[in-house]
């Protein structure tokens, strides 16, 4: 198989796995999609990810990128192309404790992250699973578990450093190439293979973990009780609720999970939990002290598509009403939607201003998550058009459609505007063009 390949860079010699490497198997899918690409590159600092890049470009296909490896939205591998696989850049380092500064590589996955800054009594509220890849979630947005306390993962970004279409690495922050480095916070992914991020953690001791199960038979009332409870909350509570369908003899059932993060206060998790007991007849409950990276242990498992539901919709709302709830539940009742996700955003999300970073939605409340196999994707879509009126943007991880309307859905104007005309100065010829085609 490799003699149909160019001849490797002399960098690359070992880290290039081509189909026939007992390698491969493990390299070519994501954690939804499968993949079959013609070479995965396996750079080990930013000098092999610009020969890495240089040499997918040379093959004259598709070029992916992968951190993690996770890739929901499947575009971190592919058929045919070449996969620039970031996974040996993995390092986690404190450059400056009483700043909470820290230095992770793209590769790295955010359960190691967790582990590394644990004992220091330091967190980066990340998404909700350990073995998700920094690079794709830190430069996309970063909805976690102190989303409400905290703010996305880009919120905390103070620095990116990545490898342009032309080769070049560069460095950007509030003042080198700021432009740049507002674009790389929301659409990171459009301008180049990002090899490490620095961010700023928080201070963060042990925090309340709930777990709650639901009998689901009023889906509609569950889903507006549960948003009211989240919007009254104290900042300090993030939430999680999650419908699987019912069957035959299975009742439907509804998971919420939820973390509190807040004043160790004798009472005051109790207070902050209480009421989402009361959002519809309890099942199971649960709540234990947990140290932060309990949340997001990191299996370090292949990814081999495992994950079926690859047909995926993501929209935003700014509340949770009556109508957006009962069209959720009429899409769980029809057997065609396999899962509905909502992670609740607002508090110290939309504290940032809608300018400030290329991922522009800070007026929302909730996110939510729909996903079924590719065989009822149409059924999903029908469903979804009936949401739409309810909809306020979406975040792009979460959706597998490249439609031009999903597009200006992700990026709102002025956003989609600015962008397009850095995606002209950074990537003219859409080297970068898996994620969100900008051009």
Known sequence: MTSTLPPVPPSLA??????????????????????????????????????????????????????????????????????????????????????????????????????????????????????????GLATAGGMGWFARLHGLTVDHVMAVELVLADGRSVRTDAELEPDLFWAVRGAGGNFGVVTAVELEAYETGDVVFADLVFDAADAAGLIEAWGAVLEAAPRELTSFLTFMPGGPGRPQLATVTAVYAGSAEHGAAERALTPLLGIGPPLRQRAVLAPYPALVPVSGAAHHGQQQLSATRSGLLDHLTADAARAVADALGSGQVLMEQFRSVGGAVNDVDPAATAYAHRTQNFSLLAATVPERERELDVHWARLAPHLNGLYLSFDTRRTPDVLAEAFPEPALTRLRALKDRYDPENVFDRNFPLK
């Open 14 to 135: 070992g880290r290039i796995v081509v189909p026939d490497d007992a390698r491969y198997e493990r390299l070519r899918h994501c954690y939804v999609h499968r993949g079959a690409p013609a070479a995965v590159l396996l750079p080990e600092d930013a000098g092999q990810t610009a020969e890495a890049l240089g040499y997918a470009r040379s093959l004259g296909s598709v070029v992916s990128v992968r951190s993690g490896g996770h890739g929901i939205s499947g575009r971190s591998t592919n058929d045919g192309g070449a996969v620039v696989d970031m996974s040996r850049l993995d390092e986690v380092r404190i450059l400056d404790r009483a700043r909470r500064r820290i230095r992770v590589g793209a590769g790295a996955r955010w359960g190691r992250v967790a582990q590394v800054l644990a004992p220091h009594g330091l967190a980066v509220s990340s998404g909700d699973t350990g073995d998700v890849g920094v690079g």
